[in-house]
C-alpha cells in the first residue's frame, strides 16, 4: 500500500504510470469543476474532457504491448478522449463472411491470451497504466461482447423461454471461442453474481488508477425468446402478484391476449431490474467503477432502468437517433448530467456498408442529430485492433476509425467539432418545460412491431425506437416522463419538480394508461399542474378496477384540465417559426440559454443513411422566434452547409452565435448497398 493505493502484484511495474495518471486526474478534474469544492460532487466528472472516446475491438488474438501503445498513441494524435475495449470473437469465427465480403481470409489463430487468465488480466492492465499516462481515458466491456454471457452450464443460471426446455442462446461473439459461453438468465440475481465475480476480479488491476466505466450493451435476446422469457417461480410470483394463473396464456401464446401481455410484461421488468440492471450497477460501484448502460431493447419501461445507472448510454445510427430523447430525458429527470452514445454503429447499413469509405460530412450529420436529442458524450464505433504496420482487420458491424481509412485525413479537426459542441451540451442542465407521457402502455399493448419495422434485434412496440412528441409540443422543448418520475415529482411554486427538470404543464395522448399514472396525474391536477388530455385512456392488464372510470372523470372536471393545448398552456414556446430545426436547451445557474440547431438535414434521421445524404451546397435559413425570460427575439438564422448552429441567450436577452464551424470535404452520392444477413 502506498499512500492509500493498493499496488496489486500485476501492476507494480505500473505504478509510474498510475501516479502520473492520478495526478493528470486531479488536474482535469480541478479544472472543470472550478474553485468550488462542491462541484464534484454534485456534478461528477466521468471523463478528463468532453473529447469523444472510440470503442476498441481486441479480436481474440495475442495483444502485444508494442501495439498498444502504437494505437493509443495514434488516438491521441487523431484527438480522441479514450477508448473502451470490447473483447471480441477470432476473426476465423467469420470466415466466410469476411471472404465474401472483403474478400480477406484469416488463418485460425489461437495464440490469445486465455479469457481472464492473469496474462489476459497484465496486458489490459498495462492498457489501462498507458492510457492514463498519456491522458485517455479507459473503459471495458463488461464480459466479452454481447449480450451478457457465461461458461456457467447450469440451466438455470442460462436464459430460458417459457415451453422450451432445451432452449439456449450462444454467444456467438466471445472472445473464448470455440469454448462455449452461453447468455445469462437476467431474470436472476444469482446467475448476473456468477458471471460477475471473476470478471470483476480479472478487471481488478485495470481499474486502479483514473476511474473507469464498465459497459454493458443493448438488450439482444432472439426473437424467438420475445413474449416467452422465463425463469424458475416466475409463475408464482405472478400469481402473487396479479391474482389470477398465466400458464394458459403462455400455453396458448402471449399474442392474442394484450392485457396479460402488458402484466407479464411488468413483472418482466421487475425481474429483469432486480436480476440484471440493479445488481450490475451496485457490482460497479464495489469494483469502483462508473456503470455506463445501453437499456435500449430490454423488457423493461426504459425510462425507468436508464435513471439507476451512473451513465445512460443510446445508440446510433443502427437505432433512429430520435429515440434519444427518451434516454435524454430520463436522465434529466433522474439528475444524470451525461447522455453518452454509441455513435456511428452500421451507419450505412448492416453489416460493415461503405467501410473504409465513410464520409465525414455524413457522420457530421449524424452526430449532429444526436446532438439535437441531448446527447453530450460519444463513444465511437469504431477502432479494431490491429498489430503495428497492418490496417487490414475489420469488424463488421462499424464505421471504421482506424489508421487508413477514409476518415483519417479530416478526423482531429472532426473530433474537435464533437470536442467543442460535447463540451458546450454538457454546461448547466437540460432545459425543461413540458412534459409528454410517454406512450409505454400503448406499446406494450400493442405487442410485436409490424415485419417492415423489424430487423436484427429489433422485434417489440415497447421498445419505442420509432415515437417522437407530439408536434405542437415542438417549440417548447419537449421531455418525455413515465409513471415512475410521475409518482417522484413535486408541485412547487406552481410547477413539477423532478430531478433536474421543472415542468409547467402534462401533455398526455394514449390509448392506454396504467391506473397508478392516473391517480398520479389527478393528485398534480389537483395540486394546480395544468394537464392536457387529449383523449380519454383505457386500462391496460387483465385485472380491471372499477375506480377507473371515477379517477378518468374526476380529472376531467378539474380546472386546469382540457383537451385542447391552447386551452393548456399560457405561455409562448421557447421557438417558434414556420420550420423548427430538431435543438436542443441547455440552461446554466444564472438563467442563460444554450440551444443547439441542428443542420436541416439532421432532422429525423432514419436508418440507414445513405453515402452522401449529407451533400449540402447552399446555405438553408430560418425565421425563429426565441422567448426567454419574457423577452422576443425573432432572428433570421442561416444554416451554412453542413453547418448546425449554438446560439447562447443571456437573461438580458443578449444573443450571441457561439463558433463551432467544421467544414467537411462534400461528399461523393453513392447508391444504397443491398443488404445481406449473414447472422
Same mark, same amino acid.
Given at each position: 500500500?502506498?499512500?492509500?493505493?493498493?499496488?496489486?502484484?500485476?501492476?507494480?511495474?505500473?505504478?509510474?504510470?498510475?501516479?502520473?495518471?492520478?495526478?493528470?486526474?486531479?488536474?482535469?478534474?480541478?479544472?472543470?469543476?472550478?474553485?468550488?469544492?462542491?462541484?464534484?460532487?454534485?456534478?461528477?466528472?466521468?471523463?478528463?474532457?468532453?473529447?469523444?472516446?472510440?470503442?476498441?475491438?481486441?479480436?481474440?488474438?495475442?495483444?502485444?504491448?508494442?501495439?498498444?501503445?502504437?494505437?493509443?498513441?495514434?488516438?491521441?494524435?487523431?484527438?480522441?478522449?479514450?477508448?473502451?475495449?470490447?473483447?471480441?470473437?477470432?476473426?476465423?469465427?467469420?470466415?466466410?463472411?469476411?471472404?465474401?465480403?472483403?474478400?480477406?481470409?484469416?488463418?485460425?489463430?489461437?495464440?490469445?491470451?486465455?479469457?481472464?487468465?492473469?496474462?489476459?488480466?497484465?496486458?489490459?492492465?498495462?492498457?489501462?497504466?498507458?492510457?492514463?499516462?498519456?491522458?485517455?481515458?479507459?473503459?471495458?466491456?463488461?464480459?466479452?461482447?454481447?449480450?451478457?454471457?457465461?461458461?456457467?452450464?447450469?440451466?438455470?443460471?442460462?436464459?430460458?423461454?417459457?415451453?422450451?426446455?432445451?432452449?439456449?442462446?450462444?454467444?456467438?461473439?466471445?472472445?473464448?471461442?470455440?469454448?462455449?459461453?452461453?447468455?445469462?438468465?437476467?431474470?436472476?440475481?444469482?446467475?448476473?453474481?456468477?458471471?460477475?465475480?471473476?470478471?470483476?476480479?480479472?478487471?481488478?488491476?485495470?481499474?486502479?488508477?483514473?476511474?473507469?466505466?464498465?459497459?454493458?450493451?443493448?438488450?439482444?435476446?432472439?426473437?424467438?425468446?420475445?413474449?416467452?422469457?422465463?425463469?424458475?417461480?416466475?409463475?408464482?410470483?405472478?400469481?402473487?402478484?396479479?391474482?389470477?394463473?398465466?400458464?394458459?396464456?403462455?400455453?396458448?401464446?402471449?399474442?392474442?391476449?394484450?392485457?396479460?401481455?402488458?402484466?407479464?410484461?411488468?413483472?418482466?421488468?421487475?425481474?429483469?431490474?432486480?436480476?440484471?440492471?440493479?445488481?450490475?450497477?451496485?457490482?460497479?460501484?464495489?469494483?469502483?467503477?462508473?456503470?455506463?448502460?445501453?437499456?435500449?431493447?430490454?423488457?423493461?419501461?426504459?425510462?425507468?432502468?436508464?435513471?439507476?445507472?451512473?451513465?445512460?448510454?443510446?445508440?446510433?445510427?443502427?437505432? %433512429? +437517433?430520435?429515440? /434519444?430523447?427518451?434516454?435524454?430525458?430520463? @436522465?434529466?429527470?433522474?439528475?444524470? &448530467?451525461?447522455? !453518452?452514445? #454509441?455513435?456511428?454503429?452500421?451507419?450505412?447499413?448492416?453489416?460493415?456498408?461503405?467501410?473504409?469509405?465513410?464520409?465525414?460530412?455524413?457522420?457530421?450529420?449524424?452526430?449532429?442529430?444526436?446532438?439535437?436529442?441531448?446527447?453530450?458524450?460519444?463513444?465511437?464505433?469504431?477502432?479494431?485492433? %490491429? +498489430?503495428?504496420? /497492418?490496417?487490414?482487420?475489420?469488424?463488421? @458491424?462499424?464505421?471504421?476509425?482506424? &489508421?487508413?481509412? !477514409?476518415? #483519417?485525413?479530416?478526423?482531429?479537426?472532426?473530433?474537435?467539432?464533437?470536442?467543442?459542441?460535447?463540451?458546450?451540451?454538457?454546461?448547466?442542465?437540460?432545459?425543461?418545460?413540458?412534459?409528454?407521457?410517454?406512450?409505454?402502455?400503448?406499446?406494450?399493448?400493442?405487442?410485436?412491431?409490424?415485419?417492415?419495422?423489424?430487423?436484427?434485434?429489433?422485434?417489440?412496440?415497447?421498445?419505442?425506437?420509432?415515437?417522437? &412528441?407530439?408536434?405542437?409540443?415542438?417549440?417548447?422543448?419537449?421531455?418525455?416522463?413515465?409513471?415512475?418520475?410521475?409518482?417522484?415529482?413535486?408541485?412547487?411554486?406552481?410547477?413539477?419538480?423532478?430531478?433536474?427538470?421543472?415542468?409547467?404543464?402534462?401533455?398526455?395522448?394514449?390509448?392506454?394508461?396504467?391506473?397508478?399514472?392516473?391517480?398520479?396525474?389527478?393528485?398534480?391536477?389537483?395540486?394546480?399542474?395544468?394537464?392536457?388530455?387529449?383523449?380519454?385512456?383505457?386500462?391496460?392488464?387483465?385485472?380491471?378496477?372499477?375506480?377507473?372510470?371515477?379517477?378518468?372523470?374526476?380529472?376531467?372536471?378539474?380546472?386546469?384540465?382540457?383537451?385542447?393545448?391552447?386551452?393548456?398552456?399560457?405561455?409562448?414556446?421557447?421557438?417558434?417559426?414556420?420550420?423548427?430545426?430538431?435543438?436542443?436547451?441547455?440552461?446554466?445557474?444564472?438563467?442563460?440559454?444554450?440551444?443547439?440547431?441542428?443542420?436541416?438535414?439532421?432532422?429525423?434521421?432514419?436508418?440507414?443513411?445513405?453515402?452522401?445524404?449529407?451533400?449540402?451546397?447552399?446555405?438553408?435559413?430560418?425565421?425563429?422566434?426565441?422567448?426567454?425570460?419574457?423577452?422576443?427575439?425573432?432572428?433570421?438564422?442561416?444554416?451554412?452547409?453542413?453547418?448546425?448552429?449554438?446560439?447562447?441567450?443571456?437573461?438580458?436577452?443578449?444573443?450571441?452565435?457561439?463558433?463551432?464551424?467544421?467544414?467537411?470535404?462534400?461528399?461523393?452520392?453513392?447508391?444504397?448497398?443491398?443488404?445481406?444477413?449473414?447472422?
Amino acid at each position: 500500500m502506498l499512500n492509500g493505493i493498493v499496488i496489486f502484484g500485476p501492476m507494480n511495474r505500473y505504478l509510474i504510470m498510475i501516479l502520473v495518471a492520478l495526478g493528470f486526474m486531479m488536474t482535469c478534474t480541478s479544472t472543470r469543476t472550478g474553485s468550488n469544492p462542491s462541484a464534484a460532487r454534485q456534478k461528477p466528472v466521468f471523463y478528463p474532457s468532453s473529447k469523444p472516446c472510440t470503442r476498441w475491438w481486441w479480436f481474440a488474438t495475442e495483444i502485444h504491448k508494442r501495439d498498444i501503445r502504437d494505437q493509443l498513441d495514434w488516438m491521441k494524435k487523431m484527438n480522441f478522449g479514450g477508448v473502451e475495449i470490447a473483447w471480441v470473437y477470432p476473426l476465423y469465427r467469420y470466415q466466410k463472411m469476411y471472404a465474401e465480403k472483403y474478400n480477406r481470409h484469416y488463418p485460425i489463430d489461437t495464440s490469445a491470451q486465455a479469457w481472464l487468465s492473469s496474462e489476459w488480466t497484465d496486458v489490459v492492465a498495462y492498457t489501462k497504466a498507458y492510457a492514463d499516462s498519456i491522458g485517455l481515458s479507459c473503459d471495458f466491456t463488461f464480459g466479452s461482447a454481447w449480450p451478457v454471457a457465461s461458461p456457467d452450464r447450469d440451466p438455470k443460471y442460462i436464459t430460458q423461454i417459457y415451453g422450451d426446455p432445451t432452449f439456449r442462446q450462444l454467444l456467438t461473439f466471445s472472445w473464448s471461442y470455440p469454448d462455449t459461453q452461453w447468455v445469462i438468465n437476467h431474470l436472476d440475481a444469482t446467475a448476473f453474481n456468477r458471471f460477475a465475480t471473476p470478471v470483476g476480479e480479472a478487471l481488478a488491476p485495470a481499474l486502479q488508477g483514473s476511474r473507469s466505466a464498465l459497459f454493458t450493451d443493448s438488450w439482444e435476446i432472439k426473437l424467438n425468446a420475445k413474449n416467452k422469457i422465463w425463469t424458475p417461480g416466475f409463475d408464482e410470483a405472478f400469481r402473487q402478484e396479479f391474482g389470477y394463473d398465466i400458464i394458459p396464456f403462455m400455453n396458448k401464446g402471449l399474442d392474442s391476449f394484450p392485457d396479460v401481455r402488458y402484466d407479464y410484461m411488468l413483472l418482466l421488468d421487475q425481474f429483469v431490474t432486480d436480476g440484471f440492471y440493479k445488481p450490475y450497477v451496485e457490482t460497479c460501484k464495489k469494483l469502483g467503477a462508473w456503470s455506463r448502460v445501453q437499456c435500449l431493447a430490454s423488457p423493461t419501461d426504459v425510462m425507468t432502468t436508464y435513471a439507476l445507472v451512473d451513465i445512460p448510454e443510446t445508440e446510433a445510427m443502427l437505432n %433512429n +437517433p430520435d429515440f /434519444s430523447r427518451i434516454v435524454s430525458s430520463s @436522465a434529466c429527470l433522474a439528475s444524470k &448530467p451525461l447522455v !453518452s452514445s #454509441e455513435t456511428f454503429t452500421c451507419m450505412y447499413g448492416f453489416p460493415a456498408t461503405y467501410l473504409r469509405q465513410e464520409q465525414t460530412a455524413d457522420l457530421k450529420m449524424v452526430v449532429d442529430a444526436l446532438f439535437a436529442q441531448g446527447v453530450n458524450h460519444h463513444v465511437y464505433h469504431g477502432t479494431p485492433y %490491429n +498489430p503495428q504496420g /497492418s490496417d487490414t482487420i475489420d469488424f463488421f @458491424a462499424t464505421t471504421y476509425f482506424g &489508421p487508413g481509412g !477514409s476518415l #483519417e485525413p479530416e478526423l482531429p479537426a472532426f473530433n474537435t467539432y464533437v470536442e467543442s459542441v460535447s463540451g458546450i451540451m454538457q454546461q448547466g442542465h437540460t432545459y425543461s418545460d413540458v412534459a409528454v407521457y410517454i406512450p409505454y402502455e400503448d406499446a406494450v399493448m400493442k405487442g410485436a412491431y409490424p415485419p417492415e419495422r423489424q430487423r436484427v434485434w429489433v422485434w417489440g412496440e415497447y421498445e419505442m425506437r420509432y415515437i417522437s &412528441p407530439p408536434a405542437e409540443t415542438q417549440g417548447y422543448h419537449p421531455l418525455w416522463i413515465n409513471r415512475h418520475f410521475l409518482e417522484q415529482g413535486v408541485m412547487r411554486d406552481g410547477r413539477l419538480q423532478v430531478g433536474d427538470a421543472s415542468f409547467s404543464s402534462l401533455y398526455v395522448d394514449v390509448q392506454y394508461m396504467d391506473i397508478r399514472a392516473l391517480r398520479r396525474i389527478l393528485a398534480l391536477a389537483r395540486e394546480g399542474l395544468p394537464v392536457c388530455l387529449k383523449r380519454l385512456p383505457h386500462q391496460p392488464g387483465q385485472m380491471k378496477s372499477h375506480e377507473y372510470q371515477q379517477l378518468l372523470y374526476a380529472l376531467m372536471g378539474c380546472r386546469h384540465v382540457s383537451d385542447q393545448w391552447s386551452q393548456v398552456i399560457d405561455h409562448p414556446p421557447l421557438i417558434s417559426g414556420d420550420t423548427i430545426p430538431d435543438y436542443w436547451c441547455r440552461q446554466e445557474a444564472d438563467g442563460s440559454m444554450i440551444m443547439f440547431l441542428a443542420q436541416p438535414l439532421s432532422s429525423h434521421l432514419e436508418y440507414p443513411v445513405y453515402s452522401g445524404q449529407s451533400l449540402m451546397r447552399q446555405s438553408v435559413f430560418r425565421q425563429l422566434t426565441f422567448n426567454v425570460n419574457g423577452r422576443s427575439s425573432t432572428q433570421n438564422v442561416e444554416f451554412k452547409p453542413y453547418q448546425s448552429v449554438v446560439i447562447r441567450i443571456t437573461p438580458s436577452g443578449k444573443i450571441k452565435y457561439e463558433d463551432i464551424t467544421f467544414i467537411p470535404k462534400d461528399p461523393v452520392v453513392r447508391p444504397r448497398e443491398p443488404q445481406k444477413t449473414y447472422f
